[in-house]
């Protein structure tokens, strides 16, 4: 795999995962996970499977802030984990569809400030 260069210190950068398993057997608590869900994506989230989304943050600071933002628009039902990777670690994930390796998403080439 070729050597990936980085304008931030891949040690320094951050995923921040939201992985989520919420109920959806009744009108409100679909109603939740939607919102949840679009929570995540106004965040700026991505969705790497169902139910498993992920940001890139430029430090821990970062990360932390998000942290935050993402515990406050928790749903009162289920089970959310949040876990954050630095970008090292990121880029030794193997990701395969089917048998076919396939390479791991690439950091934004920028970073959005709020």
Do not use: C
Not at 18 to 28: G, I, Q, R, S, T
Not at 57 to 81: I, N, T, Y
């Amino acid at each position: 795999m070729p050597e990936r260069r980085y304008a931030l210190s891949g040690y320094r950068a951050m995923w921040l995962f939201a992985m989520f398993d919420l109920p959806v057997n009744e009108k409100e608590l679909r109603r939740e996970y939607a919102q949840f869900r679009k929570a995540l994506l106004r965040k700026g989230f991505t969705m790497l499977q169902y139910s498993v989304y992920a940001h890139y943050l430029p430090s821990e600071d970062a990360e932390e802030v998000l942290r935050r933002r993402v515990q406050a628009s928790l749903p009162s039902h289920g089970q959310v984990r949040l876990i954050s990777v630095t970008d090292r670690q990121f880029e030794k994930m193997e990701v395969y569809f089917g048998k076919k390796r396939k390479p791991v998403e690439d950091p934004p080439q920028q970073l959005s400030f709020f």
